[in-house]
């Protein structure tokens, strides 16, 4: 008798655990659409689709993490200038990407208030960054980036960009 009663007082105790741990679950926040890895898969420029550079496939121009916390990292395989870094929000279907600058870039005379911002929109599952010039960059969720030699890319991309007839 005593041990039915201490097996069915554990199994209390574990049923109690075990319902306290799925309601926690529960209260937790859905992950956003917008949280991941995030890669350039092609290019829309004056209704063409680009889906490589040179040979190369379009998703060296960007790598875009997205952390849950609020920031994202930004990755260019091919230019480390244009990587970034900053803080994100979302509003529907669309993210704004805020990059952090810093002082020199803020006191420079081409620095106007809102360059560092790109707003992103969720599209048919990915994502579409627009530039001034009405290009479209699209992007896609990957598990993992591409991997590139970055010395391969430099021999194979920079002679097309000397000499266009190579």
């Given at each position: 008798?005593?041990?039915?009663?201490?097996?069915?007082?554990?199994?209390?105790?574990?049923?109690?655990?075990?319902?306290?741990?799925?309601?926690?679950?529960?209260?937790?926040?859905?992950?956003?659409?917008?949280?991941?890895?995030?890669?350039?898969?092609?290019?829309?420029?004056?209704?063409?689709?680009i889906t490589d550079l040179h040979s190369m496939p379009m998703s060296v121009l960007m790598h875009?993490?997205?952390?849950?916390d609020g920031s994202f990292i930004m990755e260019s395989p091919i230019d480390e200038s244009s990587s970034g870094n900053g803080t994100w929000t979302e509003n529907g279907d669309v993210i704004t990407v805020t990059f952090d600058i810093n002082e020199q870039d803020k006191a420079s005379s081409n620095f106007n208030k809102g360059?560092?911002?790109?707003?992103?929109e969720y599209?048919?599952?990915?994502?579409?960054?627009?530039?001034?010039?009405?290009?479209?960059f699209i992007l896609e969720k990957v598990t993992e980036f591409d991997n590139y030699d970055s010395l391969v890319l430099g021999e194979d991309f920079i002679p097309t960009i000397d000499d266009p007839l190579q």
């Open positions: 008798m005593k041990k039915n009663l201490c097996f069915l007082a554990s199994l209390c105790i574990s049923a109690s655990l075990c319902f306290a741990s799925c309601d926690e679950k529960e209260k937790q926040e859905p992950e956003s659409k917008f949280v991941g890895k995030w890669q350039c898969a092609k290019l829309i420029s004056e209704g063409s689709e875009l993490t997205i952390n849950d360059d560092n911002i790109q707003l992103l599209k048919n599952g990915q994502l579409v960054a627009k530039s001034d010039s009405s290009e479209e």
